[in-house]
Nanobody, 117 residues
């Protein structure tokens, strides 16, 4: 059974930091591209960052220099370190896995991040 379980969301003041985690099971984690996406109320889900199986990273322009994606293949976990948070970063953040070798992808259930004073 595939599970992607996000954690680490919460309420933070502008300028603050949060670290999201996504623990994966039931997938071939080490050969999967992992990504973080977010969806704000009334908006479409958008890419935040991805990290390939060879740890090549890609970021949305809106988070470059503030967010860092990383992975730990030994623990089947992907992280998103979010610094200098802004109110516009408020959204539900989702973890996604994509295995291009078998054309499969999975989503987590999401974790809420709220940036507000």
């Amino acid at each position: 059974q595939v599970q992607l379980v996000e954690s680490g969301g919460g309420l933070v003041q502008p300028g603050g930091s949060l670290r999201l985690s996504c623990a994966a099971s039931g997938i071939m984690f080490s050969i999967s591209t992992m990504g973080w996406y977010r969806q704000a109320p009334g908006k479409q889900r958008e890419l935040v960052a991805t990290i390939s199986r060879t740890s090549i990273t890609n970021y949305a322009d809106s988070v470059k220099g503030r967010f860092t994606i990383s992975r730990n293949n030994a623990e089947n976990t992907v992280y998103l370190q979010m610094n200098s948070l802004k109110p516009e970063d408020t959204a539900v953040y989702f973890c996604k896995s994509r295995n291009e070798f078998v054309s499969s992808e999975y989503w987590g259930q999401g974790t809420q991040v709220t940036v507000s004073s």
